[in-house]
């Protein structure tokens, strides 16, 4: 069974609100073993690091500026997991954004 572990890096909480992804990481699974196959993107929020975000994971404006935004990274991400089940620790916070 394939499966696919999900964490991303966000600009803050708000999903429905102004903070936007700026780091996706995928591991996929077969049968709960690692196949060795990722997905990492570092993405563009287009908006500014609030200090307590970067405090978190270290990304700031400067670094990001230069990467895709998420529509340009969208398919590939969708191609990746496509339908595999995801496992994620903080689902409710990751799948809002």
């Given amino acids: 069974m394939r499966e696919i572990i999900l964490d991303t890096e966000t600009t803050g909480l708000d999903a429905r609100g102004s903070d936007r992804i700026v ?3 995928c591991i996929e699974l077969d049968n709960h073993i690692p196949t060795g ?3 990492h993107q570092y993405v563009n929020p287009e908006r500014d690091m609030p200090e307590g975000a970067f405090a978190v994971h270290g ?3 400067k670094f990001l500026a230069d ?3 998420f529509a340009e990274i969208a398919d ?4 990746f ?3 595999a089940p ?3 620790h903080n ?5 809002g954004f």
Avoid: R
């Avoid at 689902?91 to 799948?95: H, I, K, R, T």
């Fill in 81 to 83: 997991v496509a339908d």
């Fill in 67 to 69: 990467q895709p935004v």
């Fill in 76 to 79: 590939a991400f969708i191609a």
């Fill in 37 to 39: 196959n990722s997905y």
């Fill in 23 to 25: 780091e996706i990481g």
């Fill in 86 to 88: 995801l496992v994620i």
């Fill in 91 to 95: 689902a409710d916070f990751d799948m």
């Fill in 59 to 61: 990304l700031s404006e």
